[in-house]
């Protein structure tokens, strides 16, 4: 199923497109919709729908516009535009931004199906041609590919020079100068399964387009990323990395780690910065979990190899799984522990004992690699009392290790500045207090934590389980409630007071998340006496 989000300044057609085609029954869901460019800028962001329905006229930013930056951010997005204007120089200027398909106003439902029928076989064709392996290992094998590959291998390894590194670059048509230059690393994970492992290349691979990037090893791909300021750098390698998860992930199976470096300002410094991620990499193990990590959001002294807190955590997943977790993966790892326990239930004392002090050490090491002790943070589990009855049960078993886990959470990210607790506090509360301003968006709350808005949007959904947008729409729904169940305020004013431009949008994502219209719910929860 693709999910198709609708951007119109018009809610008559927003709501026309909603309410006329039966997204239950076709093949497509509804992502969302906004009345403008730049707040749909910030939601396909933070959403990352399949198909973009677009009109071309609009305040603020037009639909050209748009589809302009989505491809930048968002590549493998297909564009639909919207127009009541019946000029040649708008449809060709559509066709060189990428856009599959130009409508025009009036419109009907069976014609916007079609169209989204059309762009739904190329998305298949696209998908059947990036499940192509042998196509991909003819690629593979090529000698020019070949070529480029070492060239680029040898420049993030340091083996050539600046002036040697441009020479080759020219040969390759690869523009290497720019003012600062990132490296990421990702490694794919798919159980050892070389048909999957390729198929998750070459969907990357065909997605991708531009770019310095290349496999320096069957399941590792390194891209050089470079910008005229440091923030651009940042949100362009933010925005490579969450392709390259998007498409990684199409694959059953498949997960993807992708490490960031520093910014660098010299040919020579890529080495520098390529060592800076992999070495980041290396200690993020997570096997079936995608995740996106960065130096600059990681203590200095963590990275280094001098500073003996890699040693102490090398031997260890559990540990670097526990220094870069978010809340979201403590049932993760809880799940696990149960699925062993489950396989050893004639013995579950003892097998809860040896995994508990496994969870005890584990995190005695994150805390000592952070500069603290056990013993200060959390020094009742250190006792014997403790244990014994931690495991008098499954459920006391999983209720304690839930609490440890937290705690240290909690102590790490309050310990560690480069962390994303203080970020997440912040864009939380500014949330809170702005849910009602219908232009909040991924990219003004992003402004305000002083992050780039693909770098944000990593961070939030990532730390937080949930994406930007799911986490505003809570947070206007619950308000939603609050109304409804203590005023005796309409559902079109209660819409427009928790932050929405249209009631009748209001009372579809109010559906959609309550699964009761906001009258069945006021009905169900306030019963008159």
């Known amino acids: 199923m693709y999910s198709v989000f609708i951007v119109d300044d018009e809610v008559i057609v927003r709501e026309g497109l909603r309410k006329r085609i039966d997204w239950n029954h076709s093949p497509y869901s509804f992502a969302g919709e906004a009345g403008d460019g730049e707040?749909?800028?910030?939601?396909?962001?933070?959403?990352?729908?399949?198909?973009?329905?677009?009109?071309?006229?609009?305040?603020f930013m037009d639909g050209l516009e748009l589809a302009r930056e989505?491809?930048?951010?968002?590549?493998?997005?297909?564009?639909?535009?919207?127009?009541?204007?019946?000029?040649?120089?708008?449809?060709?200027?559509?066709i060189s931004i990428g856009v599959e398909d130009y409508i025009l106003k009036p419109f009907t439902p069976d014609e916007i199906l079609s169209s989204l029928s059309k762009v739904a076989k190329t998305l298949d064709e696209e998908g059947r041609e990036s499940s192509d392996?042998?196509?991909?290992?003819?690629?593979?094998?090529?000698?020019?590919?070949?070529?480029?590959?070492?060239?680029?291998?040898?420049?993030?390894?340091?083996?050539?020079d600046s002036s040697q590194a441009?020479?080759?670059?020219?040969?390759?048509?690869?523009?290497?100068?720019?003012?600062?230059?990132?490296?990421?690393?990702?490694?794919?994970?798919?159980?050892?399964?070389?048909?999957?492992?390729?198929?998750?290349?070459?969907?990357?691979?065909?997605?991708?387009?531009g770019g310095i990037f290349f496999f320096i090893s069957p399941e590792t791909l390194v891209a050089i990323i470079q910008g005229q300021v440091p923030q651009a750098c940042e949100d362009e390698a933010f925005s490579f990395a969450e392709s390259v998860k998007h498409e990684a992930e199409k694959v059953?199976?498949?997960?993807?780690?992708?490490?960031?470096?520093?910014?660098?300002?010299?040919?020579?410094?890529?080495?520098?910065?390529?060592?800076?991620?992999?070495?980041?990499?290396?200690?993020?193990?997570?096997?079936?979990?995608?995740?996106?990590?960065?130096?600059n959001d990681v203590k200095e002294d963590v990275l280094s190899s001098d500073g003996g807190s890699l040693v102490l955590q090398e031997n260890d997943p559990l540990v670097d799984r526990l220094s870069y977790a978010g809340e979201s993966e403590i049932d993760q790892i809880v799940s696990e522990y149960i699925t062993l326990l489950g396989s050893n239930g004639g013995?579950?004392?003892?097998?809860?004992?040896?995994?508990?002090?496994?969870?005890?050490?584990?995190?005695?090491?994150?805390?000592?690699?952070?500069?603290g002790d056990v013993k200060q943070v959390m020094p009742e589990i250190l006792s014997r009392s403790f244990v014994e009855n931690a495991v008098t049960s499954q459920e006391v078993f999983i209720g304690e290790v839930k609490v440890i886990l937290r705690k240290l959470l909690d102590w790490r990210n309050s310990r560690s500045p480069g962390r994303y607790s203080?970020?997440?506090?912040?864009?939380?509360?500014?949330i809170d207090e702005n849910y009602a301003d219908p232009d909040i968006c991924l990219r003004s709350v992003a402004q305000v934590v002083n992050f780039s808005p693909n770098h944000f949007s990593t961070v939030f959904s990532q730390d937080c389980g949930m994406t930007f947008i799911e986490y505003l729409t809570q947070v206007r729904i619950a308000q939603a409630k609050k109304l409804?169940?203590?005023?005796?305020?309409?559902?079109?004013?209660?819409?427009?007071?928790?932050?929405?431009?249209?009631?009748?949008?209001?009372?579809?994502?109010?559906?959609?998340?309550?699964?009761?219209?906001p009258r069945e719910w006021r009905q169900k929860n306030c019963p008159k006496e």
Not at 48 to 59: A, N, Q, V
Not at 70 to 82: G, H, N, T
Not at 490 to 512: L, R, T
Request: net charge neutral; with cysteine.
């Open 39 to 59: 707040i749909a800028l910030s939601m396909i962001q933070d959403i990352k729908p399949d198909i973009l329905i677009t009109d071309i006229r609009m305040p």
């Open 347 to 371: 013995s579950f004392s003892i097998i809860a004992s040896y995994l508990l002090v496994d969870v005890i050490m584990a995190v005695s090491k994150v805390i000592e690699s952070l500069g």
């Open 422 to 430: 203080d970020v997440i506090l912040r864009a939380k509360k500014y």
């Open 133 to 160: 392996i042998s196509r991909m290992k003819q690629e593979l094998e090529s000698g020019y590919n070949l070529a480029r590959d070492k060239m680029l291998t040898d420049l993030v390894l340091g083996a050539m």
């Open 252 to 295: 059953e199976g498949v997960s993807i780690v992708t490490a960031i470096s520093h910014p660098v300002e010299h040919i020579a410094s890529i080495s520098e910065a390529f060592k800076d991620a992999s070495l980041l990499l290396k200690r993020c193990r997570f096997t079936d979990l995608s995740r996106i990590v960065s130096s």
């Open 70 to 94: 989505v491809k930048k951010i968002q590549p493998w997005i297909k564009i639909i535009i919207l127009s009541g204007h019946d000029e040649f120089d708008y449809a060709k200027k559509a």
């Open 166 to 209: 441009m020479e080759k670059a020219g040969e390759f048509g690869i523009k290497l100068l720019s003012r600062f230059y990132m490296v990421s690393v990702s490694e794919i994970h798919s159980g050892d399964d070389m048909d999957r492992l390729l198929e998750a290349k070459s969907r990357m691979a065909s997605s991708l387009g």
């Open 484 to 517: 409804l169940k203590t005023t005796d305020k309409k559902s079109a004013d209660i819409a427009y007071e928790v932050g929405f431009n249209d009631p009748h949008y209001f009372s579809f994502i109010f559906k959609k998340e309550v699964f009761l219209s």
